[in-house]
């Protein structure tokens, strides 16, 4: 196996264990905790999933889709702003979503295993994403994973000591 290989194998492995990491810090949420934040400018646990769902899908997949292979059409711009006024729903259930991203990295598991070496380091610049290859999609959605698992992290641990603060006080 070449080296190329060998880091492609071992960084789809990290990205399943992130999204097994993000099924697991999610799971047994009480009520309506997911939707807490110490802040209102901060995001939820819910949004922070449901941002990452659809960075997968609307930008991430049919980027990686667009470096893979030749023909396909190259991804819109994605906005944030748009995400959150246009297509975030509050009321998706937290599982679902985590189902969702399940189905969207499994498509690009996909795509992932059909790539050789070359195909995995072509360079794709002729679009307004500017200069990419598959290696670096894949390390990109690896970081943002991290970044969204480490805010749900934080989160739950806000929300741990919130909980203890409310009970010491009286309350909960």
């Known amino acids: 196996m070449s080296l190329t ?4 194998t071992q960084l789809v492995a990290r990205l399943r264990a ?26 939820s646990i819910h949004e922070q999933v449901s ?6 899908e609307h930008v991430y997949l049919p ?10 059409l190259e991804p819109a711009d994605y906005s944030r ?12 259930p937290l599982g ?13 598991f996909d795509v992932f295993r059909e790539l050789d070496d070359t195909s995995w380091l072509r360079l794709r610049d002729d679009g307004h994403w500017g200069p990419v290859t598959c290696q670096w999609i894949a390390e990109v959605v690896y970081r943002h994973s991290l970044d969204h698992l480490q805010g749900v992290m934080g989160l739950r641990g806000d929300l741990h000591i919130a909980t203890l603060d409310r009970s010491v006080a009286g309350g909960v």
């Open 5 to 8: 290989a060998e880091y492609r």
């Open 18 to 43: 992130t999204t097994a990491d993000l099924v697991w810090a999610v799971r047994d949420l009480p009520g309506d905790h997911h939707h807490w934040t110490p802040d209102p400018e901060e995001w």
């Open 51 to 56: 941002h990452l769902v659809d960075m997968e």
């Open 63 to 72: 980027l990686l889709r667009w470096a893979a292979i030749p023909e396909m």
């Open 81 to 92: 702003r748009v995400w959150r006024d246009e297509r975030y729903e509050a009321g998706v």
């Open 96 to 108: 679902d979503l985590m189902k969702q991203l399940g189905r969207v990295r499994d498509e690009e």
